[in-house]
């Protein structure tokens, strides 16, 4: 890991600790003081009960007005570079649902899910139609795929859980800390390989201008030519190249079993002895998949070192040490958990995460999709059986994004090809960021406000007693 790298893992690492300490600080003022409030503040993502009293459910009804339009807008602008980044845009999407059209947090994280499940989705069938810009290889990359997505899926079943305990102001601050850092920390990569991106089309530019002949002879303005052409390949064999059928086949496999298992948990008695056995299966179940593809990124690499093959394995730059696959795995697990207590697919820390550990823009933003696909779809399925969002509402959303989807990702393509700049994936991708900060940290500062000026109780809840 780079010295950046360290710095900015230090960075969340203490923003983190001492907003849960300032938490615990204020449970045990409360507690050793005055019962709390029963006027507790709702997630803005997640259902909370207390004693039996449950969040009023809001939809509005689906009709032509101004308000449809303006977040027909704003979805349709999100999904676009939401999946042109590789972090979704559910930090956009339930701020626009609640504030602008008006419907409860709750049914608006679900809602949310879905247009990021419509964006990824129209976004991973276009990817597959596109050739890896370097290399005969599909441009998603199964490997990391296979290694990030049970623990994104674990993670957002954690941080779902975590939600109800959590008081509103700390899923704020985490959320802000979070996403601040990590967009700065996207638009500096960025920046950086804008600069290198600049030095490499002025190398090429004097390769294209002076070339010199097998006869010593200089030619000027001579079109440069690759020594190895690539193969031309038609569409169809190229969406056929991009499908690795087995590896999709267990990505499906994981898919299937953790939704089996939160189908059945949800219909068992909170904090029972099955409940918690059903809530323990998940980790079996991802650490076996991520157990496998750790061990062999972990031997592909020693062997390579030891025949002297500095080739990188996957897509990352990154040695692929215990260390480091431990660290991928802490990483998947936080941005599944933020997924959990935001509404988003997980692919504010994916996305970052990739770019970070030297994936190239354009297979980062695809295989950043691809997983968050399945981990959308996932929580869609449960929210539909649990009938937690308006079925008109979020096929007509469900359709925006698709569409949306589509439109990024051709406008971004065709960018990529006039200007020759991946690092524009990068600023995208920052700048989807940064705009969920400030949309999440004002909403969730003004209701802070409100909290505190009603007296209400700041401090952790009890899990199986806000259930």
């Known amino acids: 890991m780079s010295f950046s790298t360290k710095t900015f893992i230090l960075y969340l690492v203490s923003a983190f600790s001492v907003a849960i300490l300032s938490a615990l600080y204020l449970t045990q003022t409360a507690n050793h003081h005055e019962k709390p409030s029963l006027s507790l503040p709702h997630n803005p993502l997640q259902l909370h009960t207390l004693n039996g009293s449950k969040t009023v459910k809001t939809w509005p009804e689906l009709k032509a007005s101004w308000r449809l339009a303006l977040a027909t807008v704003i ?13 979704g845009g559910g930090g956009i999407f339930v701020p626009m649902l609640t504030l602008i059209i008006g419907f409860d947090t709750k049914s608006a994280a679900a809602l949310s899910k879905c247009m990021i499940m419509g964006a990824s989705t129209s976004s991973v069938f276009y990817n597959l139609r596109v050739r890896h810009p370097t290399k005969d290889v599909p441009i998603l990359d199964y490997d990391l795929a296979l290694l990030f997505q049970p623990m994104l899926m674990l993670g957002i079943t954690v941080g779902v859980s975590l939600s109800v305990v959590f008081p509103y102001w700390l899923i704020t601050v985490l959320i802000i800390i979070l996403f601040i850092g990590t967009s700065s920390r996207s638009f500096f990569k960025g920046t950086e390989m804008w600069k290198e991106e600049t030095l490499l089309k002025k190398e090429m530019a004097q390769v294209q201008t002076t070339f010199v002949n097998s006869r010593g002879e200089l030619l000027i303005d001579t079109e440069y030519d690759p020594l190895v052409p690539r193969e031309e390949k038609t569409p169809m064999q190229i969406f056929c190249s991009n499908l690795k059928w087995k590896r999709i086949l267990v990505l499906m496999v994981v898919w299937v079993s953790f939704l089996l298992l939160q189908i059945i948990k949800n219909n068992a008695r909170v904090c029972s002895v099955w409940y918690w056995a059903l809530f323990s299966l998940q980790f079996p179940i991802a650490l076996v998949v991520f157990g496998y593809e750790g061990v062999k990124l972990n031997k592909d690499y ?23 696959i431990v660290f991928c795995a802490l990483c998947g697990i936080l941005g599944g958990t933020v997924g959990g207590l935001l509404g988003s697919g997980g692919g504010f820390i ?10 190239i823009p354009q297979v980062a933003s695809a295989t950043a999709t691809f997983v968050m696909m399945f981990s959308s779809s996932l929580s869609v399925v449960e929210f539909y059986l649990l009938k937690r969002f308006p079925i008109p509402y979020a096929l007509y959303l469900f359709t925006v994004s698709v569409l949306a989807g589509f439109v990024g990702q051709l406008f971004v393509r065709k960018l990529l090809r006039i200007l020759g700049r991946a690092s524009i994936i990068v600023f995208i991708l920052s700048g989807v960021i940064f705009a969920s900060a400030l949309t999440m940290g004002v909403i969730g500062i003004e209701k802070s406000i409100h909290m505190i000026q009603n007296h209400d109780f700041m401090g952790f809840l009890g899990f199986c007693s806000s259930q």
Do not use: Y
């Open 75 to 87: 979805g349709f602008l999100g999904s676009a570079f939401g999946t042109v980044g590789g972090v």
């Open 350 to 359: 994916l996305g970052p995460l990739l770019i970070e550990i030297g994936v």
């Open 302 to 324: 020693k062997k390579r070192m030891s025949t002297g093959n500095l080739e990188c394995i996957c897509e990352a730059s990154i040695e692929w040490t215990v260390l480091h």
